[in-house]
């Protein structure tokens, strides 16, 4: 009987060393994913933070050439810039928001483009009404349409169109932002390797990883597409 007890005893402890083995490992586990939750936040942040003023040196550096020009022109674009600027601050402070508040401000940079390009920026946003709140991180789209506008449709004599859309296609939320510019070949590979692209790269990797893809790519007839896909 006393073997049976010492026997009984050491399986008991045996099995309690195990159990707190165990549990001292999903503890470990658990602090370090949420350590890397934490610093995955903290990269989104960073580059949050960091697309701010690159997008208000973009607007602001178009400003100089049009007041020398158009001075009156020149205070509507900054009046309105003031605005825009607000209501895209306050929407860089949050973590995601929905795709109509995405396209509002769009529209509203646009607006902006439209007062230095005149007739020579041509805008059409299609975003179906089912997909208005779908989430997604703030300022997303930004840098796509400077790059359109840059290197796609500010280099073509007669400018251009600029089309962006979103759709639902299968379990897949795809957003593309299309322009008839002077394509790829013009752009001397910057739109593979500039700020924005990359920062557009690096918040859907660190926030939908293997879910979500970004490419761009020449369209047919002219210009380019830069088309996201994201797992929903």
């Known amino acids: 009987v006393p073997l049976a007890i010492g026997f009984t ?6 099995a309690s060393l195990f159990f707190f083995s165990v549990f001292r490992l999903n503890v470990a586990q658990l602090a370090q994913a949420e350590a890397l939750r934490q610093a995955a936040e903290a990269r989104l942040a960073l580059l949050q933070s960091q697309l701010e003023p690159h997008m208000l040196f973009n607007t602001l550096a178009h400003l100089p ?13 900054l009046d309105r810039l003031i605005d825009y600027l607000r209501a895209t601050l306050q929407a860089s402070r949050a973590t995601e928001h929905p795709l109509a508040d995405e396209f509002e401000r769009l529209s509203d940079y646009l607006a902006l483009m439209q007062l230095r390009m005149g007739q020579r920026l041509r805008v059409q946003l ?52 299309a322009d008839s510019g002077a394509g790829l070949a013009r752009a001397t590979g910057l739109p593979s390797t500039g700020f924005g692209l990359a920062q557009v790269r690096e918040r859907l990797a660190h926030r939908y990883g293997a879910q979500a893809r970004f490419d761009l790519q020449p369209q047919t007839g002219g210009g380019s597409v830069a088309r996201i896909e994201i797992q929903t």
């Open 126 to 177: 299609d975003l179906p009404a089912e997909l208005a709140g779908v989430a997604i991180p703030p300022l997303l789209l930004q840098p796509l349409v400077e790059n359109a506008i840059k290197h796609g449709l500010e280099p073509h004599v007669d400018g251009g169109e600029l089309r962006v859309t979103a759709r639902k296609r299968g379990g897949h939320l795809v957003i593309q932002v």
């Open 65 to 77: 050439a049009l007041i020398k020009l158009r001075p009156d022109e020149a205070q509507r674009m």
């Open 9 to 14: 005893l050491l399986v008991s402890l045996l």
